[in-house]
């Protein structure tokens, strides 16, 4: 007697991880992604646990036609971590770390978030640039550029990359780094996942031990973006400070009545030395009157979570970006007006500093392509209530449209979202044309395009 093998029984038997199916008892939770605003229903989802299950996966999704998203961290704003009737990578069960505390590198596995990572590094005493909330993926994240609290000394998270592992459309696993596969290595710094599903990734590490870090608010004022654009321009680069507008939140070091009422905050991370931390404290003084601030000592890892728990899986986002080599008047303008209406506790705009190390690198070293861009700018909503997102998605809009005019053509990718494909070219600028090449090699028939997509 002849029997048929189902397509999804060989995928299964070529998978070590597990395959996720509409009508398992997992699906619900297997398909759910950090933005809730993306409820969408994969056909499968393959929790991947080495880089041979995502070669199953990859070669099984082009066996069948069906679209393809990867998964790491899960934090696209955009929804890309997931899809429609296709098939899910979902790497979070391979989250390995090993450092290598004589060379000060670290190789950590595609589905690490940057508290695997920070927990792991910060043992020897030492960390890279990630982010600013622990539970985003190191892969999405360095991938796109990769800002964060160490930016300014450190370099971006692509800068600090040295190395990579890749299952590629044809489903070859191929390592690259500066001798090998160059072509490919330049493209993953900054272009994105448009190449391949990352499944291990190596850094460069720096000592980095205990910070001094925290939040400082002043009432929302123009006059206090302008003094942190002049106290950034001429701080160290040990001293790192990203300004937020938003909303009080309702936290012990903030008095009640600021609570709800917009201010402008310091987000700071100081990694020098503590005998220098009363200057920090006068910098941030001189920005404006402080009416609330929760400033300490503490290990690295922990400034990486202190938006932990305002920012937890199932809220709904809708975020845009911008770069700019200053901040004008226009800007500010824009940034307190919008501030002044900011829709609920847990939106806000965040604008990045990226100079300092960042701008040691050249605008085509890296596919990373706004090496003269001074800060990276971030705004929109986050609410809670799908009834809102109207009304949210048109507010983050608006604010786009009036700071266009003050700012770059082109916006940080990890920051766009799905409506924002038509600003993929003026994101890379000059890079454009050679990480077409480099799709064009690698994945010529755009299996990966479900991301700020490269059209080969």
């Known amino acids: ?77 955009a929804g890309f971590g997931t899809v429609d009737d296709g098939l899910v990578v979902d790497l979070s069960r391979m989250r390995g770390v090993r450092v290598d505390p004589e060379a000060r590198t670290a190789r950590a596995e595609g589905g ?3 508290g695997d990572f ?13 982010g600013a909330v622990s539970t985003t993926g190191i892969g999405g994240l360095t991938l796109g550029g990769g800002m964060g609290h160490l930016a300014r000394r450190c370099g971006l998270s692509c800068d600090n990359l040295i190395g990579a592992d890749v299952v590629t459309a044809e ?37 980095v031990d205990v910070i001094f870090g925290g939040i400082t608010c002043y009432p929302l004022d123009g006059d206090v973006a302008r003094a942190w654009q002049e106290m950034n321009a001429a ?11 938003a909303l009080g939140p309702e936290e012990p070091f903030l008095p009640e009545r600021w609570h709800g009422r917009p201010v402008c905050a310091a987000f700071t991370c100081f990694s020098g030395p503590a005998e220098e931390d009363e200057k920090v404290l006068a910098r941030l003084d001189g920005l404006g009157p402080v009416v609330g601030r929760f ?36 800007a500010i303008a824009a940034h307190m007006e919008f501030g002044a209406t900011m829709p609920s506790m847990e939106s806000d705009t965040a604008i990045f500093p990226i100079d300092g190390a ?25 609410w809670t209530d799908p009834a809102d997102s109207e009304h949210n998605i048109a507010w983050t809009r608006a604010y786009d449209r009036a700071l266009r ?8 990718v990890n920051f766009m979202d799905t409506d924002d494909q038509d600003r993929v070219r003026v994101n890379y600028r000059q890079n454009y044309d050679r990480l077409r090449a480099v799709k064009r090699r690698y994945d010529p028939d755009n299996v990966f395009r479900l991301n700020q997509n490269i059209v080969p």
Not at 118 to 130: D, I
Not at 235 to 245: G, R, W, Y
Request: charged share 20%; aromatic share 10%; with cysteine.
């Open 171 to 207: 489903g070859t696993l191929v390592s690259c780094d500066a001798e090998r596969n160059p072509d490919l290595f330049w493209a993953l710094r900054g272009g994105g996942g448009n190449f391949g599903v990352v499944t291990s990734l190596a850094y460069r590490l720096h000592p």
């Open 1 to 77: 007697m002849t029997t048929t093998t189902h397509p999804l029984d060989t995928l299964r038997g070529a998978v070590r991880g597990t395959v996720v199916t509409r009508g398992d008892p997992s699906y619900d939770v297997s398909r759910r992604v950090y933005n809730a605003l993306h409820d969408r229903r994969p056909a499968v989802v393959v929790h991947a646990v080495d880089a041979g299950d995502v070669r199953a996966a990859v070669l099984y999704a082009r066996e069948h036609a069906l679209p393809l998203a990867v998964r790491g961290g899960a934090h696209s704003v």
């Open 295 to 330: 400033m300490d000592r503490m290990p690295y890892p922990v400034i990486n979570t202190l938006f932990d728990e305002q920012l937890p899986p199932g809220l709904l986002h809708y975020w845009k970006g911008n770069f700019s080599r200053g901040l004008s008047d226009g």
């Open 112 to 114: 690490a978030t940057w």
């Open 118 to 130: 920070n927990h792991a590094t910060h043992a020897f005493g030492l960390a890279t640039t990630g």
């Open 358 to 382: 960042c701008h040691e690198v050249g605008p085509e070293e890296t596919a990373f392509a706004y090496r003269d861009a001074v800060f990276s700018q971030s705004f929109g909503a986050t």
């Open 405 to 412: 005019p003050h700012t770059e053509a082109g916006g940080y």
């Open 235 to 245: 701080s160290p680069v040990e001293l790192n400070v990203i300004l937020v507008v």
